[in-house]
């Protein structure tokens, strides 16, 4: 079930399945000369980086092995299922040991528990967009991260997952420009901001002298 979606959103981001072995699934995406390789294996037991290179090497196919980009640009996603997400802590070391070793491969451990693939069930990768966009999802999971649920894998899913294209509505963005006009306005500086605004494109001591003749009038007041 992890595998599939996890499938579904590389196809999603222009990645071609050309080789499948057992619990391992070789992709490549080609724009121009620009090539990508990844890679997702279960990973049942959290064994050590070189082995698991050496386990990844010889599963390659060849037309994999003869291009030089293929070690040099390939994403290794390991899919390793805990008990329970509290487990994290005690596999937490042999985890950052894999993704942290530099040989090979760039590595990613993504992580899930027993209690999150059963929220999973008939579960797509249109799905998991959808419920990492979804604010109330994010407040319940900030308020309980390690409670089981559908946002609680998408969330690693997207961290682990470089490749991967957060959603972004538009509507709900707040421009650059309002925010310091808010932000200035709350700490009572809307003059000081204004007058910074007017000389924009002055010099430096023309900016300093308006503010000292400001802050002056503001005194005799």
């Known amino acids: 079930m992890i595998k599939q979606l996890i ?22 995406r080609e724009s121009g000369s620009a090539i990508r390789f990844a890679v997702v294996h279960n990973l049942d037991d959290l064994t050590a980086p070189a082995k698991l290179n050496n386990r990844i090497n010889n599963l390659a196919p060849k037309e994999f092995l003869r291009n030089p980009s293929f070690k040099k640009n390939c994403d290794l ?14 596999q937490e070391e042999e985890i950052f040991a894999i993704e942290e070793d530099p040989h090979f491969y760039k590595k990613y451990v ?21 419920v990492i966009a979804d604010k109330k999802e994010f407040i319940n999971y900030k308020e309980n991260p390690l409670v089981a649920s559908q946002y609680s894998f998408a969330t690693k899913t997207f961290i682990k997952l470089p490749f991967l294209e957060l959603p ?11 925010q310091a006009i808010e932000a200035v306005a709350e700490a009572g500086r809307s003059d000081t901001y204004a007058t910074i605004q007017q000389v924009t494109n002055a010099n430096a001591d023309e900016v300093i002298k308006e503010m000292i003749k400001n802050e002056l009038e503001n005194i005799q007041d």
């Open 7 to 28: 499938d579904e959103a590389l196809i999603a981001h222009a990645f071609v399945n050309k080789h499948e072995l057992g619990t391992t699934s070789f992709y490549i």
């Open 77 to 90: 996603i390991c899919i390793h299922r805990l008990n329970v997400l509290a487990d994290f802590k005690d």
């Open 110 to 130: 993504l992580y899930y528990s027993i209690a999150e693939e059963s929220v999973l069930t008939d579960f797509t990768y249109d799905k998991l967009v959808s």
């Open 168 to 178: 972004i509505h538009q509507g709900n963005l707040v421009s650059l420009r309002q």
